[in-house]
C-alpha cells in the first residue's frame, strides 16, 4: 500500500477463491488505507480480520464459520478486533453470519466494496456493519484511485463482473449478479497507471470475460476490441484473459490470439462434461463437438496455444458412458492443464431443487480420480514438450534456492533460471528440464 500514516492500524485478509477474490482483495486494501490501515501477514497482529470468501463448493459458509471460530480467543483477548466477511459467503449467508457468529462486526458482499471505510467507521463505533446490496453506482469508479506505489510485473484487473448464463449448478450468477462490464475507458486508465507502476503483464478478469461488452465512445467494444486497444499501451508487454464461456468466443476474439502478439497463447475456456446429454442438463447451451470444434478454429489461429478447462464429475444423471464421453473429449483436446471436481449442490441453483439422484460419492471420488490422471498425465507430456524449446520469460521473483529467479512462460508454466536476471525482465530461456510443477531453463542472452 502507498500511504502509511503514522497511526496505522493493522490489517490481515485471508483471500478464498479464484483470482477476482485476489484482486477485490488488493482493492479493499486500498480502500482501507485511506482509513490509515496497512496490510499484515497473520492475524495475530491485526487490527481487522477480514475473510475474502468463496461459495463455488462444498460447505463453503461451514468452512467461513470454522475459520472465525479459530479467531474467538483473539477477539477475547482484543475486543477492539474487528472481524469482518467479503466476498460471495458473505453475499449469500447476510445477517445470518452474524446471528451465527455474533463476534463478526461487518459483512459486506462483493458490489459494496466501496462502501467499506463508512462499514469499518460504523463497526469502530461499536455497530454491526452489513451491506450485500446491489447498488446501482459502479464500484469502481467509487473505490479511490489506486496508489501510485511500485508492483509486482504481473497484474489482475476486473474487467468484467456477474455472468448471466444462469448453468444448473453454479452459484455465481446469484451471489455476483448480473453481467456489467467497466467502461473501456476506465479499464485502459487502469491498465496505464498499473503499467506506470511496473506491471507488464495483465490478467484482464470477469466470470465471464469474453461476453465483456464495455461502453465506450462510438458503442460498446467486445474483448477483442479492448484487447487490441490495450495492446496499444507501451511497456505494458503480456495481456491474458479468464475465464470464459465457449460460447462468447466471437471470430474477432479467436482472430486476435492469432495475430494480436501482446495476447499470450494460453486459454481457459471451461467445458464441464463430454456428454451431450449432461451439457443440457447443466444448462451450458453448446454441446461437446462445438466445443471440440471451436477448439480448432482456436488452434487454426494459434497453433501452439495451451488449452486448460474446468469439468464436473458425478453430476445428477451422468452415467458411466457420460463419463468415458468426458474422457474422450479430454483425449482429443489435449489439455495443457485444466481443474476438475467432483460435484456438490449450491443451495437455491436449478440443479440442487431438482429431484434428480445424486451420484453415489465413492463413484463420484472413482470418475474423479480417474479424470484427474489423464488431466495430469497430459500435463505432464504438454510440459516435457517444453524442453529443448525456447520461451520468454517474464521474471515475477526470487526462487528458494540460491541465486534462483522464478518467471512464467508465455503458456503460463512457472520457469525458473540460476542466472543474473531482474524482476519485470522478459528474457528468452531454453527449457532444459521438466519438473512436477514448473520447468528449468538457461538464459539465453
Ligand atoms: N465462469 C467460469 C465458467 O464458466 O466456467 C467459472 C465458474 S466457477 C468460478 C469455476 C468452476 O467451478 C466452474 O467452471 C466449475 O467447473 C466449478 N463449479 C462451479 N459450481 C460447481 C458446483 N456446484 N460443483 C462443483 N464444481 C463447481
Ligand atoms: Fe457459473 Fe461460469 Fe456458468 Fe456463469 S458461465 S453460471 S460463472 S459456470
Redesign the pocket.
Known amino acids: 500500500m502507498a500511504e502509511t500514516p503514522s497511526n496505522t492500524k493493522k490489517l490481515y485478509i485471508k483471500t478464498y477463491?479464484?483470482q477476482m477474490n485476489v484482486y477485490d482483495s488488493e482493492r479493499m486494501a486500498e480502500a482501507l488505507g485511506g482509513s490509515g490501515y496497512t496490510e499484515v501477514s497473520s492475524p495475530e497482529e491485526a487490527d481487522m480480520i477480514l475473510l475474502n470468501t468463496c461459495h463455488?463448493?462444498?460447505k463453503a459458509a461451514e468452512k467461513v464459520y470454522s475459520e472465525l471460530g479459530r479467531y474467538k480467543d483473539l477477539k477475547l483477548a482484543n475486543p477492539d478486533l474487528k472481524i469482518g466477511v467479503a466476498g460471495c459467503v458473505a453475499q449469500a449467508e447476510g445477517e445470518e453470519i452474524m446471528r451465527r457468529q455474533p463476534m463478526v462486526d461487518l459483512v459486506v458482499g462483493p458490489q459494496s466494496y466501496h462502501r467499506l471505510p463508512e462499514l469499518e467507521a460504523k463497526a469502530g463505533h461499536g455497530q454491526k456493519a452489513l451491506d450485500t446490496d446491489f447498488p446501482e453506482e459502479d464500484k469502481f469508479e467509487k473505490l479511490k484511485a489506486r496508489p501510485k506505489a511500485k508492483r509486482a510485473p504481473a497484474a489482475f484487473l476486473t474487467v468484467q463482473e456477474g455472468?448471466d448464463?444462469f448453468?444448473a449448478?453454479?452459484?455465481?450468477p446469484y451471489t455476483r449478479g448480473a453481467e456489467v462490464s467497466r467502461p473501456v475507458e476506465r479499464v485502459l486508465a487502469e491498465a496505464r497507471d498499473l503499467v506506470e507502476r511496473g506491471v507488464r503483464e495483465i490478467t484482464l478478469l470477469g466470470?465471464?470475460v469474453n461476453a465483456y461488452h464495455g461502453a465506450a465512445k462510438g458503442g460498446t467494444w467486445g474483448l477483442a476490441q479492448l484487447i487490441r486497444e490495450l495492446a496499444k499501451v507501451d511497456g505494458l508487454e503480456r495481456i491474458r484473459f479468464t475465464?470464459?464461456?465457449p460460447n462468447d468466443m466471437e471470430d474477432d476474439l479467436i482472430a486476435a490470439h492469432g495475430d494480436c502478439g501482446k495476447l499470450m497463447p494460453y486459454l481457459h475456456l471451461?467445458v464441464?462434461s463430454g456428454s451431450d446429454k449432461i451439457l443440457k442438463a447443466m444448462n451450458r447451451k453448446h454441446t461437446a463437438e462445438e466445443y471440440l470444434r471451436l477448439i480448432e478454429r482456436i488452434r487454426a489461429a494459434r497453433p501452439d496455444i495451451a488449452m486448460s478447462g474446468?469439468?464436473?464429475v458425478g453430476f445428477p444423471g451422468e452415467t458411466d458412458q457420460d463419463f468415458e464421453d468426458t474422457m474422450s473429449l479430454v483425449r482429443e483436446v489435449k489439455y495443457a492443464s485444466a481443474?476438475s471436481?467432483?460435484?456438490?449442490?449450491?443451495p437455491g441453483?436449478p440443479?440442487a431443487e431438482k429431484e434428480t439422484k445424486m451420484i453415489e460419492p465413492d463413484v463420484a471420488s472413482e470418475r474423479l480420480y480417474r479424470l484427474q490422471e489423464l488431466i495430469t498425465a497430459q500435463q505432464h507430456a504438454f510440459q516435457d514438450a517444453m524442453v529443448g524449446r525456447e520461451v520468454s520469460v517474464l521474471f515475477e521473483r526470487k526462487g528458494r534456492m540460491p541465486g534462483q529467479m522464478v518467471g512464467k512462460s508465455e503458456y503460463l508454466h512457472a520457469v525458473h533460471i540460476t542466472d543474473d536476471v531482474d524482476v519485470g525482465e522478459i528474457a528468452r530461456v531454453r527449457i532444459t528440464e521438466s519438473g512436477p510443477n514448473s520447468l528449468g531453463g538457461v538464459l539465453l542472452r
Do not use: L
Not at 449448478?169 to 455465481?172: D, H, Q, R, S, Y
Not at 471436481?341 to 449450491?346: A, H, L, M, N, T
Open positions: 477463491g479464484c463455488i463448493r462444498e455472468c448464463k448453468c449448478f453454479c452459484v455465481v466470470q465471464n475465464t470464459s464461456h471451461p464441464q474446468d469439468f464436473i481443474f471436481f467432483k460435484y456438490s449442490p449450491r441453483t440443479a
